[in-house]
């Protein structure tokens, strides 16, 4: 079935994924410096993370109330669900960082989150593809989001094998490890992501 029109579900994904980029973007470009600055930086995240949720919520009401939708219902959620998940991991990880209160991240947490963001801009474009009907061109974007994904599979092995040659402290080992491991988590849910873009895309192209 073609999508004729953007309804209110497509707004509701596009602002997901709006809400998505501009969380990482703000994650990417905060300047930790000390500990209020961390908890500063986790509070603006968790705001993010609790406007998805309402988004989410709003999203599956609306979705019990419809009799017919643009897309099948089951993409219609699914698609937010994951979108979540990738705004849930960057606030667990802000998390992280505010609770063993580490104030300046290391270059390999640079390169994930960069990594990260270039794929929340390509869900982001992918997304407003779908009220456009440009599904066809979709796919390309899912592509990048997995070659990214890839990457910071690459970084995590990276990052892991530094730590443990190179830091001393078991305590900061433990702590870095997980942070390095949460994102890469991160980069997962973005795949995610990108396979049920690709799904809309075989159901609807």
């Known amino acids: 079935m073609a999508l004729k029109k953007k309804d209110k579900f497509i707004t509701y994904l596009t602002d997901m994924s709006i809400n998505l980029k501009e969380s990482a973007t703000f994650f990417s470009d905060y300047k930790l410096t000390d500990e209020n600055s ?28 419809a009799f017919i939708t643009t897309i099948d219902r089951e993409d219609i959620l ?16 802000s998390a992280l960082f505010e609770m063993y209160e ?46 990214y994904e890839s990457k910071c599979d690459d970084i995590l092995r990276e990052s892991i094998k530094h730590l443990f040659k190179n830091e001393k402290d078991a ?6 490890k997980e942070i390095y491991e949460e994102l890469e988590e991160v980069a997962d849910a973005c795949q995610a992501v990108a396979n049920k873009l690709e799904s809309i895309i075989m159901k609807n192209g």
């Open 38 to 65: 961390v908890n500063t930086f986790y509070q603006k995240m968790k705001d993010y993370e609790t406007k998805g949720d309402n988004y989410v919520h709003d999203l599956i009401k609306d979705l019990n109330n």
């Open 102 to 147: 580490i104030t300046k991240a290391d270059s390999f947490m640079e390169r994930f989150v960069s990594t990260i963001l270039k794929c929340t801009d390509e869900i982001e474009t992918a997304v407003e593809m779908l009220s456009s009907r440009k599904l066809l061109k979709i796919r390309e974007h899912a592509i990048k989001i997995k070659d």
């Open 78 to 93: 699914s698609l937010a669900m994951s979108m979540d998940d990738v705004l849930d991991g960057l606030e667990q990880t």
């Open 171 to 176: 305590i900061r080992i433990i702590q870095y």
